[in-house]
Each structure stands twice: as structure tokens, then as C-alpha cells.
């Protein structure tokens, strides 16, 4: 019976790529000059911090440029607020999220249910979902359908067995 996962997945090596180069435009940017501009790395989290607010969108708009140019998906970040720091400084934490939760699964599942393809079902498996069916055509109709809609996450598919 063929099958397919998906699964919600962020290659954190390209992460850090994008965020050397954010520093190192933050470092070299004339704008950026004196303001103490940085972008970290923690675990599954990122960290910005400049002296003003408007230098750290400007911070943050820059980290987005790398992280597409590096084919990051920017679904997996999500932004925190905006907190004052010592010396008249500001920070914000972007958490990154790979891995498909508990909620997001259940609206995945729901979703391959009601395309209604007949011998097509779909459970959780940890942090990823496995997809079977009969025929390789209606797995093949879940992923175009399940590529279409916009679930706030960022999707791959892959380990498809025939």
C-alpha cells in the first residue's frame, strides 16, 4: 500500500548561515553604524537586539532577506513582542518551529478526510504525518490539495513508498 509523510521541517544549518550574514551586513552597514545591531542563535530560538526600535525591524527585515535567499521558510518563525532592554536598548525573541504540533496534525487529518478519496486515511506519527492509500494517484491528489491550502506552517513531503 503506498504512503507518504508529511512532515514540518527547518534546516537549521541554513538558519545559522542566515544569521552570519545578517551579522555580518549588520556589522558593515552604514545605517547600522554605532547601534550595537546582533542577531543570535539559541537552541530553536533567535534573538535580536539593537539600540532603537526602528533599527531592530530594520534588523529583522534584513534576517528575513537571508533567510529566503537560503530558502528558509519564514512560516516557521514566529515573533514575540518587542521588550525594552538595559541601556536604553531593545530585544525580541523569534521562536523557530519545526515539527508538526498536536492541533496543526488534527487540522491536517481533517483536511485529508474531507477530500473524501476513497481508501485514502491519514494518522499522527510524533511530530509528522503519515498518509496512505490504494492508489498512488489519490496520494498524489492529498499532496497537490494539501500544497494548495495555507495551513501556517511549512510542509514537506517525503518518504513516499509505493
Not at 77 to 93: D, P
Not at 113 to 137: E, F, H, I, T
Request: overall charge positive; hydrophobic content about 40%.
Amino acid at each position: 500500500m503506498p504512503t507518504f509523510d508529511i512532515v514540518s521541517e527547518v534546516d537549521f544549518q541554513e538558519v545559522r548561515n542566515a544569521v552570519d550574514q545578517a551579522n555580518r551586513e549588520a556589522s558593515t552597514r552604514f545605517d547600522f553604524k554605532n547601534t550595537d545591531s546582533s542577531v543570535e542563535l539559541a537552541d530553536r530560538e533567535l534573538r535580536l537586539r539593537s539600540s532603537t526600535e526602528d533599527r531592530l525591524r530594520a534588523l529583522h527585515q534584513v534576517l528575513e532577506e537571508k533567510l529566503v535567499r537560503r530558502q528558509v521558510s519564514l512560516k516557521a518563525l514566529e515573533s514575540g513582542k518587542v521588550e525594552e532592554a538595559t541601556k536604553g536598548t531593545v530585544r525580541q525573541s523569534i521562536a523557530i518551529n519545526a515539527g508538526i504540533s498536536a492541533d496543526h496534525a488534527r487540522r491536517l487529518n481533517r483536511f485529508v478526510k474531507d477530500l473524501k478519496l476513497k481508501g485514502v486515511s491519514s494518522q499522527a506519527q510524533g511530530d509528522q504525518l503519515r498518509v496512505s492509500g490504494k492508489k498512488r494517484d489519490d496520494l498524489q491528489a492529498v499532496i497537490a490539495a494539501v500544497k494548495a491550502e495555507d495551513f501556517g506552517i511549512p510542509l514537506q513531503f517525503g518518504n513516499f513508498r509505493d
